[in-house]
């Protein structure tokens, strides 16, 4: 299941200064972020091996997973949360702020092939 880890962050006068090092638990191959977005879904997927790290730099948005057995929503609303997402977590990110930026940070390359797009059945 998806979890959250807070990224060490140093304040004073002068402002934060968040920090990784050693925080994300997997060799990061690749990173993108996410802004401008409208009333869009985005994600809608898990991955055969990727693992990603989320981080809301700026603004807010809900990133709702399901990783077979239980949904859960998380809000990312300030930079020192780190939401790790887990192969088997199918998860869409959703309700962004107007001024929101999400970093992801993933343990792969970018493959086509590495994408499941079919949501997990559930009996209810």
């Known amino acids: 299941m998806a979890y959250l880890i807070d990224i060490p962050t140093f304040s004073d006068e002068r402002g934060n200064l968040?920090?990784?090092?050693?925080k994300i638990p997997f060799q990061i191959?690749?990173?993108?972020?996410?802004?401008?977005?409208?009333n869009s879904a985005r994600g809608g997927h898990r991955h055969h091996q990727t693992v990603q790290a989320a981080i809301c730099i700026q603004g807010r948005c809900s990133i709702i997973n399901d990783d077979g057995d239980k949904e859960e929503r998380y809000e990312?609303?300030?930079?020192?949360?780190?939401?790790?997402?887990?192969?088997k977590d199918w998860h869409v990110m959703t309700?962004?702020?107007?001024?929101?930026i999400l970093l992801v940070l993933a343990s792969t390359n970018f493959d086509p092939a590495d994408y499941i797009f079919t949501p997990y059945e559930h009996n209810s």
Do not use: H, M, N, W
């Open 76 to 87: 990312l609303d300030e930079p020192r949360k780190c939401l790790i997402l887990e192969t």
């Open 18 to 22: 968040t920090v990784l090092d050693d």
């Open 29 to 38: 191959k690749r990173l993108f972020y996410i802004y401008g977005v409208d």
């Open 95 to 100: 309700d962004f702020s107007a001024d929101a």
